[in-house]
């Protein structure tokens, strides 16, 4: 029979093969292997070449593989990698939920097999995982050979870099490899799918944060697998700056979680909090302040923190509050109330205040 994937894996892996064998007793007879699953991804390979992928999409799981098999007189060899990109987060009947393969056939010829009851054999994970290829200590363990050029599916990378030097945030540009996941000085820095695009034909993400934490001066263990095609040769490491800070809050809003407590205790003495009104909160990079307000209107601004613009209701002190709260801070806090702003400029209407604020 055909396991479910994540009751097979337990978490412990994206990974889990699919085996089984057959009897051909003529060869190079025309074959097609078509294969039914409910994701996310699926690898075929056949005597232990390799036939073809395929994936669902993130609002229909299910799929259909379907190649020509090279097949040859004797016994032939099937395996099939269902891969799992991250486990259901949300819905109803989280509990029904099923993954991996439905249904498997082969048509021989004018005969179809259907190889779903067959007797099956299974593996969860990968070699590379079980011998922990990401950490430092386990590396050793493989033969790797020198880089020149990879079109082979399912390939360890690893190189050795440098930190950036600062305080700013770092992060790992993958936009020339496939799909895959990261690994940096044995921490996983998650899984990337450069290759799965959005409606518009791009990436929906290049990008994976490495916390500094995670880093050396020098001497720092990145690896890779990559389970399509890529080109290790063009990933780059780059640092973000934070340039600006932005915050759009309605008078409708929650306050800040702080705020929540009934009372406070002060100097011994419990004192009630009256600082339960929703706020904007802007916050700069660590040894950066606050060094111009943008924009600031109390009212009705439109737009987000993109693009913006004052609406038919605008507080005509909006700037010069916001500046006295945050100018040359590296944090600040803004009520959005029409006390704070010394009056109402429109009364019953629901307010925001809408803040952009450059941080030097």
Same mark, same amino acid.
């Given at each position: 029979?055909?396991?479910?994937?994540?009751?097979?894996?337990?978490?412990?892996?994206?990974?889990?093969?699919?085996?089984?064998?057959?009897?051909?007793?003529?060869?190079?007879?025309?074959?097609?292997?078509?294969?039914?699953?409910?994701?996310?991804?699926?690898?075929?390979?056949?005597?232990?070449?390799?036939?073809?992928?395929?994936?669902?999409?993130?609002?229909?799981?299910?799929?259909?593989?379907?190649?020509?098999?090279? &097949? %040859?007189?004797?016994? *032939?060899?099937?395996? $099939? @990698?269902?891969?799992?990109? +991250?486990? /259901?987060? =949300?819905?109803?009947?989280?509990?029904?939920?099923?993954?991996?393969?439905?249904?498997?056939?082969?048509?021989?010829?004018?005969?179809?097999?259907?190889?779903?009851?067959?007797?099956?054999?299974?593996?969860?994970?990968?070699?590379?995982?079980?011998?922990?290829?990401?950490?430092?200590?386990?590396?050793?363990?493989?033969?790797?050979?020198?880089?020149a050029?990879?079109?082979?599916?399912?390939?360890?990378?690893?190189t050795?870099?440098?930190?950036?030097?600062?305080?700013?945030?770092?992060?790992?540009?993958?936009?020339?490899?496939?799909?895959?996941?990261?690994?940096?000085?044995?921490?996983?820095?998650?899984?990337?799918?450069?290759?799965?695009?959005?409606?518009?034909?791009?990436?929906?993400?290049?990008?994976?944060?490495?916390?500094?934490?995670? &880093? %050396?001066?020098?001497? *720092?263990?990145?690896? $890779? @697998?990559?389970?399509?095609? +890529?080109? /290790?040769? =063009?990933?780059?490491?780059?640092?973000?700056?934070?340039?600006?800070?932005?915050?759009?809050v309605?008078?409708?809003?929650?306050p800040?979680?702080?705020?929540?407590?009934?009372?406070?205790?002060?100097?011994?003495?419990?004192?009630?909090n009256h600082?339960?009104?929703?706020?904007?909160?802007?916050?700069?990079?660590?040894?950066?302040?606050?060094s111009?307000?943008?924009f600031?209107?109390?009212?009705?601004?439109s737009?987000?923190?993109?693009?913006?613009?004052?609406?038919?209701?605008?507080?005509?002190?909006?700037?010069?509050?916001?500046?006295?709260?945050?100018?040359?801070?590296?944090?600040?806090?803004?009520?959005?109330?029409?006390?704070?702003?010394?009056?109402?400029?429109?009364?019953?209407?629901?307010?925001?205040?809408?803040?952009?604020?450059?941080?030097?």
């Amino acid at each position: 029979m055909l396991l479910e994937h994540m009751n097979t894996t337990k978490d412990s892996s994206d990974y889990l093969w699919y085996t089984f064998r057959f009897h051909q007793n003529s060869s190079n007879a025309h074959s097609v292997l078509t294969v039914n699953s409910l994701g996310h991804n699926l690898h075929a390979f056949v005597n232990g070449e390799f036939i073809g992928s395929a994936h669902g999409s993130h609002d229909n799981k299910s799929f259909t593989l379907q190649r020509s098999l090279p &097949l %040859k007189r004797g016994t *032939n060899y099937v395996s $099939l @990698l269902s891969v799992m990109t +991250g486990l /259901p987060d =949300g819905g109803a009947y989280l509990e029904r939920r099923v993954a991996g393969l439905r249904r498997v056939t082969i048509q021989r010829q004018h005969e179809l097999h259907d190889f779903t009851t067959y007797l099956w054999g299974y593996k969860v994970g990968l070699s590379g995982e079980n011998i922990q290829l990401h950490r430092n200590d386990a590396s050793v363990k493989a033969y790797w050979s020198r880089y020149a050029s990879s079109s082979q599916p399912l390939t360890w990378y690893k190189t050795i870099f440098d930190a950036p030097v600062g305080n700013d945030p770092v992060a790992l540009n993958l936009a020339s490899m496939g799909k895959g996941e990261a690994w940096v000085n044995g921490q996983s820095i998650g899984r990337y799918w450069v290759s799965f695009l959005d409606s518009d034909g791009n990436p929906y993400q290049t990008w994976n944060h490495i916390p500094r934490s995670f &880093l %050396k001066p020098s001497g *720092n263990l990145l690896v $890779l @697998l990559e389970e399509e095609k +890529g080109n /290790p040769l =063009g990933i780059s490491i780059g640092t973000m700056s934070t340039t600006k800070v932005c915050g759009h809050v309605s008078s409708s809003y929650p306050p800040p979680v702080i705020s929540w407590q009934g009372e406070n205790q002060i100097n011994g003495n419990r004192k009630r909090n009256h600082g339960r009104r929703p706020r904007v909160q802007l916050r700069c990079p660590r040894g950066r302040k606050i060094s111009s307000v943008l924009f600031s209107s109390f009212g009705t601004p439109s737009g987000d923190c993109e693009t913006y613009a004052t609406g038919s209701c605008h507080a005509s002190n909006s700037r010069a509050i916001v500046e006295k709260a945050c100018l040359g801070k590296e944090r600040c806090s803004i009520p959005v109330s029409s006390k704070n702003f010394h009056g109402d400029p429109c009364p019953g209407i629901a307010k925001s205040l809408l803040v952009d604020a450059k941080c030097g």
